[in-house]
């Protein structure tokens, strides 16, 4: 069973920062990239920012210079920061992942989904 398991989120005041981390768990040969998504009420779905294996980056206009995104291959892990958060940042996170199995194959993975809230 492939997982990608959400951690983080919850409320957060305007202006303040916080952490979401993703960690893929099942027999997964390797994972490509990683990255985050969110959607607000009402919108569609929209990419914040990725990160191949390599390191390369991919951040969305709207939060590019507030957001840092890391991952780590070993463990199978992205971690997303964020920091001067607006209203508009309310929304739905998720993770997301493209996993590669023996075969080959190749899977467009998405965790549950977390909720981030911008309330004073």
């Known amino acids: 069973q492939v997982q990608l398991v959400e951690s983080g989120g919850g409320l957060v005041q305007p202006g303040g920062s916080l952490r979401l981390s993703c960690a893929a768990s099942?027999?997964?040969?390797?994972?490509?990239?990683m990255g985050w998504y969110r959607q607000a009420p009402g919108n569609q779905r929209e990419l914040v920012a990725s990160?191949?294996?390599?390191?390369?980056?991919n951040d969305a206009a709207s939060v590019k210079g507030r957001l840092t995104i890391t991952r780590d291959n070993a463990k199978k892990t992205v971690v997303l920061l964020r920091n001067s958060l607006k209203p508009q940042d309310t929304a739905v996170y998720y993770c997301?992942?493209?996993?590669?199995?023996?075969?080959?194959?190749?899977?467009?993975?998405w965790g549950q989904g977390t909720l981030v809230t911008l309330s004073s």
């Open positions: 099942g027999s997964i040969f390797s994972i490509n990239a």
């Open positions: 997301n992942a493209e996993l590669a199995f023996l075969g080959p194959k190749l899977i467009n993975a």
């Open positions: 990160i191949t294996r390599g390191g390369s980056r």
